[in-house]
């Protein structure tokens, strides 16, 4: 099925959960999504709420010192990658990222923007934006397709 480009707006982080995890429970495998946005925006939250969809009983943590955390146990692997400290894109290579990009789990960048020019075609591209007008814990989600390798914008 297509996928439609989407945007939700949500005035919670138990609604943000709520959205990734509903979207890890029909995630097929080989599906990479892209988290963008400021610091302190949701991207973890979101990559909780993604655990949780697919049966993942573990606490998910921002991996700190390493760029990327496997969580296995669930209807399919995650690795949620965390790339703010990243110094350049070919630190994505040693730690193997295309072969979990191309792979048969759930793939989860956060601040994927500093490794877009490796960022696989079909990558499912996932903004979420602050509008402080609207209260302190409103977001809008926007959920897009990527339709060529290299490419978030
Ligand atoms: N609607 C919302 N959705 C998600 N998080 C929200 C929302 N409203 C408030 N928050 C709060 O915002 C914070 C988001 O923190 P989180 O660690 O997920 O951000 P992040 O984007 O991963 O930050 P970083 O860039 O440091 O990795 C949490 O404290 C959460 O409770
Ligand atoms: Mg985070």
Known sequence: MEFVRKEIEVSSP????????EFAESAPAGTVIALIGDLGVGKTVFTKGLAKGL?????VV?????IMETYDG???PLYHFDVYRIGDVSEMEEVG????????GI??????????EIIPKGTIKIEIKKDLSKGVDYRKIIMD?????GYLS
Do not use: H, M, Q
Request: net charge negative; aromatic share 14%.
């Open 14 to 21: 138990e609604e943000t959960y709520n959205i990734a995890k």
């Open 55 to 59: 049966g993942i009983d573990d606490d």
């Open 62 to 66: 921002s991996p700190t010192f390493t």
């Open 74 to 76: 669930g209807r399919l």
């Open 97 to 104: 990222f295309d072969e979990f990009a191309y792979g048969n």
């Open 107 to 116: 793939t989860v960048v956060e601040w994927a923007g500093l490794i877009e």
């Open 145 to 149: 397709k990527t339709e060529k390798e």
